[in-house]
């Protein structure tokens, strides 16, 4: 079972591979994942084990049923449905095979699908970069494209922008240094971090501030946790508290002081329209797959906004405001509950330093979520959920051994 989820977590971006299966659109990594369910159901019943629940699967079933109910409201079901399996049931499928699989020795060979994942998708970029290979089959077609790649070239590699590349890269740089801290080997060290570079020079190049936004955020969070797990004063600090002072504070900064490229002024547009959709559907938001349809209704008289803004606009470019406008009130809340509980169950964890890895993971995806949508997209949900999957495996042996 172990070899086969390391297998769907390194099949992740292989989401980009689509076709039908019995007339339902699926992909590549929908497909592994359904197999290793099944896989993972016939080892329970023929063991006869049971499936612990815990907060946190509970949290999730909570979301998960607040996301279905988003489907009820939504203007074309077909393509909800085709999201609430994309996006929400298959990342938290994963997550659930996961965290009652894997066991705690086994945490950071997690690291290595991500890591390889992370890699072919870095090389990717990087031909692209040197003008080797160009797009890929499902962008061919798009002239949305030809802006990142005629010019001012931004790297975009096979995602469907270069802030997408950027959310890919982050998070899973961050998870792939739990296998750095397993190396023993002195010259294996030093080509693992030559290779964690390349990463970074795309990262570059995508020309995602929010890319760089959420590198900072989780540098400032690792080398934190780090230090004090180093000089073990963990224990005698809130570290909570200063790590969600230390949010605060960055975040603060960011909304003030991080807007005024020109590109902002589309940012802030979208915001006020995104409010105004909260505003007129506080409890039951706007459905899945329905942010541009509603966006188009309400800048009917904005003439510029609509002939140079809307083909962008298909999120609300941030995390907290495409959860509330998709899933509701009660779905943001739920997911808000995950995060606690994440956060609650890594920092219980501290003493196990595999607990720095996720941390500064989330907390990068999270940055990132200030100024775009970091959760609504295949390989971004099951990212998060292979984060929260790792901190879980990590606390249940915290639970048992408790310092």
């Excluded at 390889?116 to 160009?134: D, F, H, N, P, R």
């Excluded at 934190?224 to 963990?234: C, D, G, P, R, T």
Aim: aromatic content about 16%; charged content about 10%; some cysteine.
């Amino acid at each position: 079972m172990n070899y086969l989820i390391y297998l769907n977590v390194l099949l992740i971006p292989s989401y980009i591979f689509r076709f039908e299966l019995c007339g339902i659109p699926t992909n590549v990594f929908e497909i592994a994942v359904a197999i290793t369910f099944i896989a993972f159901l016939a080892v329970q019943i023929a063991k006869k084990k049971k499936i612990k629940i815990n907060n946190v699967d509970w949290a999730i079933i909570f979301f998960l049923f607040f996301a279905f109910l988003a489907i009820l409201i939504s203007p074309d079901k077909r393509a909800a449905l085709g999201i609430f399996k994309s996006w929400f049931i298959a990342p938290s499928l994963l997550y659930f095979i996961t965290k009652e699989t894997i066991a705690k020795k086994d945490a950071y060979k997690l690291a290595i699908p991500v890591f390889i994942s992370l890699m072919l998708v870095t090389a990717w970029a990087i031909l692209q970069k040197l003008g080797i290979i160009s797009t890929l089959f499902y962008q061919v077609n798009d002239l949305t494209f030809n802006q990142y790649l005629h010019g001012n070239v931004r790297l975009f590699g096979p995602f469907g922008s270069p802030n997408y590349l950027a959310m890919f890269i982050v998070p899973s740089f961050f998870l792939s240094l739990a296998l750095f801290s397993k190396i023993k080997n002195v010259a294996l060290k030093i080509l693992f971090l030559l290779l964690e570079v390349a990463p970074l020079v795309v990262l570059y190049y995508t020309k995602s501030r929010g890319g760089v936004l959420a590198l900072g955020f989780g540098m400032v969070i690792y080398v934190l946790v780090y230090s004090l797990h180093k000089f073990n004063i963990y224990k005698s600090l809130n570290l909570r508290a200063i790590i969600t002072s230390i949010m605060a504070v960055l975040t603060f900064l960011v909304y003030a002081f991080g807007f005024y490229s020109p590109n902002d002024h589309a940012r802030r547009e979208i915001y006020r329209y995104a409010w105004q959709m909260i505003k007129s559907h506080p409890v039951t938001g706007i459905g899945l797959d329905n942010f541009q349809g509603e966006i188009l209704k309400l800048s009917a008289g904005n003439i510029s906004f609509q002939q140079n803004i809307l083909s962008y606009a298909l999120h609300p470019h941030n995390l907290f405001l495409a959860m509330w406008l998709y899933v509701g009130l009660g779905g943001l809340i739920a997911f808000l509950i995950l995060i606690l509980q994440f956060f609650g169950r890594a920092f219980h964890s501290l003493h196990d330093k595999m607990a720095i890895f996720p941390i500064a993971a989330m907390t990068a995806m999270l940055a990132h979520g200030l100024v775009d949508t970091t959760f609504f997209k295949n390989d971004l949900s099951a990212l998060f959920f292979i984060t929260l999957a790792f901190v879980i495996i990590i606390n249940q042996n915290a639970e048992k051994n408790p310092r």
